[in-house]
Structure formats: C-alpha cells, structure tokens
C-alpha cells in the first residue's frame, strides 16, 4: 500500500512528486497520457514570464526543469504514465484507485490533474497543412509572413516569440480591446510586429495544400483587406474536458474540486491542488498551484507522520 498515490504529471503534479519524495512518503503518480508536463509540454516553445526567479522561461524549459527537480527523488515515487483513473473508491483506513490499466492502494490521494484534459480550440472550415494550433519549433518559421489569431496572453506571447525567426507577424484580434497584458502588446509592437484589431476573417485563399492569404473584413466600418501568409497561428484558448467528480461522491463546483484551507476534499483524506482545486479567491497560475502543493503535502504528510513537528523543507535543513 503507498503512503500517497498522485493523480496527474502536469506541473502541479510533477512538484507534488518532489515534494512527497522530500518528506520520504512512498508514492506514485498517474498520468493519462504518455508524456509528462501537461500544458507545458502542449505549449513547449510558450514564454512563461510570471514564474518567480524567471524574467522569461520557455514552457519546455520549466518542464523539463520540473522533471529534473522530481527525478531527485524519483526512487520514492514513480510515475505510471497511460493510465486513466475510473474510480477511487474509499475503503475504512485507505482508497481504491481503479484505472483502466490496474488497481492501487493508498492512504492519500492527492488530485492535482489540472481538472480534466485540455485541447486547442480549433475553428471549424479553416483547415490546411499550414494551418497551427501549436507549436514546438518557432524555427520552422524562419523567414516566413505569419497571421497570428487571437487576443490573450497565449496570442501575443506566441506572436512576440514568432518576431525572432518570421519575417513579418501580424496579430489579428477580433475585438479592439485585448485580454493579453499591455506590457506584452507594447513589447510586441515595439519589435515591429503588427496589429489588426476589431477585424475577423471572413474568408481565405489556398492553393490546395495551404492557405496563401486571409480575406479579413473590419468589424467597424466594414472593409475588406487581403493578407499574404505563409502560414496561420491559431491561439484561442483551450477547450477542458473536465472530469466528472460526481461518481467520487466528492464535492465540487464548476471550477474544481472544493478543498478547505490545507487543500483537503469533503472526503478526509482527498486533497486537491492546481486547476483541479476550487476555494473563494483562487487564482489560477502556477505559482498559486506551487504553493497549494506546499500545503497540500505538508498537511498528507502530518497526517501519516504527526510525530514530526517540523515540517521538511528544504530551506530550514541544516547542511
């Protein structure tokens, strides 16, 4: 029986790994798919720019960076990737975790899944072999005339990354108000990337195989215009498949799983942390999820382990 089984290796699940191996709990993680990094790993070439210490780090980097931090104490907790969790069953002293591969025994279970899978929002009729939802080399962009599509912080922080190997990138949003930050827009502009806004496209040219231009049309007063590209970036958020928690017989919201103030379900002895958490003033970044995990593990582990007072982390040891 393991101390504490993780569901999810995204991020939040990775540093949960770190940390249940730092405080010695036996361990495993659960991933459904058959790579680690979650979101990170689907926008590997993304700039993350709110994670403290990094003025800039590419998506990939962070994750590999992760992965690294876990493996330190990878003997403690594996990983079991491919396997999807069907049920978790609470027995008197521990839990059932039923995949579709196996059955595990645990005294934890700490869900930090991200609440469900997530994929590209896709726009039906625009398809084409130059046609991207994501990206995993801004080099195969080099030299290229790039349309990128949307209006957050995914959009402009790609069409900021695009600048360095494209040779012209026009951010194309169909409103005049931006969601992404300010600061990114200014930086995207002052390295002379372009900006139509309040525009959509209404129709596009391709020779077969790719779309050669975008036929877009002003929202305001209606004008048309044409746009050559060599290739299209479609940036309009992701679409969750969230995870049904009803048959877990746990309480949740639409945004997750509700967790009291040491991140623990309505049923003792299920903890949630990330995206798969919900609690009043939440907010969703990763360093929120970070710090949610510190909790999280501090909390299993004085639950398996009430004689240590002090909780291990790594900057009160002693060297």
Request: glycine share 10%.
């Amino acid at each position: 029986m393991k101390d504490l089984i993780i569901i999810g290796a995204g991020p939040i699940g990775l540093y949960a790994g770190f940390c249940a191996g730092l405080r010695k709990l036996d361990g495993m993680i659960i991933e459904s798919s058959y790579e680690t990094g979650g979101q990170l790993a689907l926008y590997a070439e993304k700039d993350i720019l709110d994670v403290p210490g990094f003025a800039n780090i590419k998506a990939k980097d962070l994750g590999d960076a992760l992965f690294k931090q876990y493996q330190t104490h990878q003997k403690d907790v594996d990983i079991h990737i491919g396997e999807d969790v069907l049920e978790i069953q609470k027995k008197v002293d521990h839990f059932e975790i039923i995949t579709n591969k196996n059955k595990y025994l645990s005294k934890k279970v700490l869900i930090a899944n991200g609440g469900g899978k997530f994929s590209p929002k896709q726009v039906e009729g625009l398809e084409a072999d130059n046609v991207y939802y994501h990206i995993d080399d801004v080099g195969r962009f080099r030299n290229q005339d790039i349309a990128v599509l949307g209006g957050g912080d995914s959009a402009v922080d790609w069409a900021i990354a695009l600048l360095n190997e494209a040779k012209s990138v026009t951010l194309i949003h169909r409103r005049k108000e931006f969601r992404a930050h300010q600061s990114s827009l200014e930086e995207f502009i002052k390295r002379g990337g372009k900006i139509l806004a309040d525009h959509v496209v209404w129709e596009y040219v391709s020779n077969g195989k790719n779309i050669t231009s975008l036929k877009l049309m002003c929202n305001e007063d209606h004008c048309e215009r044409a746009l050559k590209v060599d290739a299209v970036c479609i940036f309009f958020g992701l679409t969750k498949t969230k995870v049904d928690y009803a048959p877990w017989q746990i309480a949740f919201d639409q945004k997750g799983i509700l967790v009291n103030q040491e991140m623990e379900s309505s049923i003792k002895g299920i903890y949630a942390v990330g995206n798969a958490a919900s609690y009043n003033g939440k907010q969703d970044m990763l360093t929120s999820g970070f710090g949610e995990v510190v909790t999280a593990i501090g909390a299993i582990n004085f639950a398996l382990h009430p004689e240590q007072k002090v909780p291990k982390y790594s900057s009160l040891m002693n060297k």
